[in-house]
């Protein structure tokens, strides 16, 4: 059984930096595309980036320019790294793992919350 665990979530200040990390263990079939979606308060959730293992990366418009996404791909391991951070990017972001070989499926973390005060 595959599980997916984020970490890296906190607290900061506009303008700071967070690295988000996320990790899908229980499997050595490494996942077709890993991915950062977001839940922010009074909208629905929304894809932050993405990237396949042919390394193709995909942004949303408000993620380009800051947030980077990036991948260990024979450990399954993600990261975002989220630099000028604004109140708007508050929310809840979630990791997920895409198999299409092996444990077919999708797969998700619980989440980690980040907070960017004002």
């Known amino acids: 059984q595959v599980q997916v665990v984020e970490s890296g979530g906190g607290w900061v200040q506009t303008g700071g930096s967070l690295r988000l990390s996320c990790s899908a263990s229980?499997?050595?079939?490494?996942?077709?595309?890993m991915g950062w979606y977001r839940q922010v308060p009074g909208k629905q959730r929304e894809l932050v980036a993405s990237?396949?293992?042919?390394?193709?990366?995909n942004y949303a418009d408000f993620a380009k320019g800051r947030f980077t996404i990036s991948r260990q791909f024979a450990k399954n391991t993600l990261y975002l790294q989220m630099n000028g951070l604004k109140p708007e990017d508050t929310g809840a972001y979630s990791c997920?793992?895409?198999?299409?070989?092996?444990?077919?499926?999708?797969?998700w973390g619980q989440g980690t919350q980040v907070t960017v005060s004002s």
């Open positions: 229980g499997t050595l079939i490494g996942a077709k595309t």
């Open positions: 990237i396949t293992n042919d390394i193709s990366s």
């Open positions: 997920y793992a895409q198999f299409i070989v092996g444990p077919i499926g999708t797969y």
